[in-house]
């Protein structure tokens, strides 16, 4: 089994190839993957023998019963920085790798100004490369975010008729994820009918929802500090004949993508096995993001699975799959599900694929 103790192990297993002797992580998320810690101010430094956990005063009492295996130092009218300082925690590093996707200038010139005999080295997905191999506590996390998510859909599905908005919509989710066992929504509800549809990040608004649209909502949750991440478009009475044709092209290119992804294909691979089969259909100018991203500790966690990737995929990576096809002024369509990579694609999400019109 991973545990705390393991993640370390595998951060120290990178300082070789980066050639430093220490990491300073100040990426929450990041912070969270490694200790399990779910506040919002921490520094954590991982040296070749030691792990340091810092944070401040409201923290104190959290800090205790959720971080193992690291040695624990607490901010009382000091910053982090200070104690870092006071604590003597860099004394004989020479190289210290910092998150440099995360980190402000500000706080990259402070260390320098600090700790001048020190080489600060930017790293990138330092961290995320390790914390996108899921363990099997990770996977059970977002399976269990997934089945909360999902059993608010069907709750949902209850209420949607027209003359609701889509606000209204959004605010159930939001309820009910909390009502059943979610720590939050995995980020802003997004409930998006008819012309507004054609948004992929159409967030819910007063609009009110109308018979003969399109309805596209994409909600997830935290569970344990895991996401799930889902996206259904739904119908508000009969479909017209081209609502059902792109839905169909977007159903196709998803199914295509989840039956050929596997452990060992890139993920620009996997990007392009969708987007050709909607380009092929002629709907490729309407579809410009990537087919998916990783789930974890963040709602887009590495790996990308996008056109520009480099990224393999390997055994433990859960991703999402998101086709879609957004016409200005018609309407838009996609549909996302979760799933786990192995020899071939685990999908973790159950909800119905095939259009809804209710
Ligand atoms: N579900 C929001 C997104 O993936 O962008
Ligand atoms: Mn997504």
Known sequence: MVT???KIDK??????DLKIDAILITHPPN??????FSGSSAICVITKNDAFFLTDFRYKEQAKYQVKH???FIASGKTLLDLIQEKRILSKIRRVGFEADHISFSLVLELKN???DIKFIPTENFIEEIAAIKTEDEIENIKRAIKISEKVFYEILNIIKPGISEVDIASEITFLHRKFGAE???????VASGWRSALPHGVATSKKIKKGELVLIDFGCVYNGYHSD????ISIGKAS?????IYQIVLDAQTKAIENARSGLKASELDFIARNHIKQNGYGRFFGHSLGHGLGTEIHSFPRISPRSNYILQNGNVITIEPGIYIPNFGGVRIEDDVLINSNAEILTSLPRNLIEL
């Open 4 to 6: 705390q103790k393991t």
């Open 11 to 16: 951060v120290r297993e990178k300082f070789n």
């Open 31 to 36: 912070i969270r993957y490694l200790t399990g």
């Open 70 to 72: 690291f040695k624990k």
């Open 114 to 116: 600090r700790f001048k």
């Open 184 to 190: 939050k929504d995995a980020f802003d509800i997004i």
């Open 230 to 233: 889902i996206t259904r478009t």
């Open 241 to 245: 004949p081209k609502m059902r044709k």
